[in-house]
Nanobody
């Protein structure tokens, strides 16, 4: 059973930065995809950024140029560096992983609040 544990959320002012971490119970190299989704109140969960086993990345248009997804195989951890944060980035951020069998695994979520 895969376990994903997020950390790094919190309250930040507009224009500030946060780095989210997602620690996996196994090697992140075993997953086809890992990434981050977010869900704001009243909204559907949406993709933020993904990274493949080969290191290819994909971003939502709303975060391109501001967020960076990366992985550290030695630490079995995926990161989301978020810069130039905006109030509309406020949401619960979820780590996601998909191994070759196609199963979707989710973390418990971490709250990010951007407010002055």
């Amino acid at each position: 059973q895969v376990q994903l544990v997020e950390s790094g959320g919190g309250l930040v002012q507009p224009g500030g930065s946060l780095r989210l971490s997602c620690a996996a119970s196994g090697s992140i190299f075993s997953f086809n995809f890992m990434g981050w989704y977010r869900q704001a109140p009243g909204n559907q969960r949406e993709l933020v950024a993904t990274i493949t086993r080969g290191g290819s990345t994909n971003y939502a248009d709303s975060v391109k140029g501001r967020f960076t997804v990366s992985g550290d195989n030695a630490k079995n951890t995926v990161y989301l560096q978020m810069n130039s944060l905006k109030p509309e980035d406020t949401a619960v951020y979820y780590c996601h992983a998909k191994p070759p069998d196609g199963t979707d695994y989710w973390g418990q979520g971490t709250q990010v609040t951007v407010s002055s």
